[in-house]
């Protein structure tokens, strides 16, 4: 089992920056791929980054690419989301996750444990 808390969620204006933690327990962190999730109201839940358990190859939405950083420190547990350039689109409830296979996936029905969430708002 995995228990995922993240934080850093907050309101900010559009231009500003966030940085999203997400800290792991009951589990070896390292062996575990992670990835970052956002669900604004009346959507479905969306991929937004991924990261390999070493941390050396990322994925990321289109639409965040060039704004947003994926990393993680596998000495503290604890992988983060950086977000730049924040845009009122960006405006969610940002999820962490847990994926216990090999393979870095975009799909959620993929990951085995997520986070409560926290909730990210962009004002224009």
């Known amino acids: 089992q995995v228990q995922l808390v993240e934080s850093g969620g907050g309101l900010v204006q559009a231009g500003d920056s966030l940085r999203l933690s997400c800290a792991a327990s009951?589990?070896?962190?390292?062996?575990?791929?992670m990835g970052w999730f956002r669900q604004a109201p009346g959507t479905e839940r969306e991929f937004v980054a991924a990261?390999?358990?070493?941390?050396?190859?990322?994925s990321y939405y289109d639409s965040v690419k060039g704004r947003f950083t994926i990393s993680r420190d596998n000495a503290k547990n604890t992988v983060y989301l950086q977000m730049n350039s924040l845009k009122p689109e960006d405006t969610a409830v940002y999820y962490c996750?847990?994926?216990?296979?090999?393979?870095?996936?975009?799909?959620?029905?993929?990951?085995?444990?997520w986070g409560q969430g926290t909730q990210v708002t962009v004002s224009s």
């Open positions: 990261i390999s358990r070493s941390g050396g190859t990322t």
């Open positions: 009951g589990r070896t962190f390292s062996s575990l791929i």
């Open positions: 996750a847990a994926d216990r296979s090999s393979f870095m996936t975009r799909m959620s029905s993929e990951y085995d444990y």
